[in-house]
């Protein structure tokens, strides 16, 4: 699947990491639309005119891995589930293509927007020599608790509660700011098992301001797609959870296409 997707950018102009980060937008509106595999290259021969691919390394898709971090009550999961407009997640991602490595705090408001908290892990940082280098993911130390306190969220000692790895294409309009990115790979592991969901594609819009209508949202528009929740975290916690209380997440399951293994 990387190679068929791969081949369907070729076609693309290119971005850098600085252009994109002017599009960073921790302070966004996120839009997703959850597609199957091939629709998900429909839309890209659809949208090349109108955005530029980020090239990090020359590659265009980059690779992440995340461990999500919640309580034993599983909080963060439960706030989501019981669709509370104030929520959060803690999690280390890392960026596979360039190794970086950062502790994040994404936090969702009752308006609609997302802020996300960042504190890099993979480097002694200049103006933070105190915040040491981050060796095991898998670990909310007292660098993460002290980003937490920080803005506002008394939590310690969390405890992993997902491992996700995903593979990820990220699009720059050429004429409205407007960063997007395409997921796919999508890979769930806890308690020695995985969950594969090799079929499904997440497209999300990220924007700064309420949406204006673009390439991507009139393909949208064409097929008759609607947006829809798909949180990477809820529904991996509900398919690798069995304590976990799913109802509201339980259509979207259903629909999907997944291979579970033991590790």
Sequence with gaps: MFETFQDNLKDFSRSSLEESKAMSFLNRFDTKFVLKVESALDFLKNIRENYSLLEINDSVIQSYRTVYFDTPELLCFNLHHNRRANRFKFRTRQYLSNGKIFNEIKQKLNTGKTIKFRQRRDKIKEDAPNIPILEDLAKFDNAFSFLAKKNGYNFEDLLPSLFVYFNRITLLNKHFPERMTLDFGLKYGYNNEEFMLGKTAIVELKRERSPDIT??????????KNPGGFSKYAIGVALTHNEAKKNRFLPR????VYERSSV
């Design 215 to 224: 390439a991507s949202q009139e393909f949208f528009r064409k097929i008759h």
């Design 253 to 256: 399951i259903k629909k999907l």
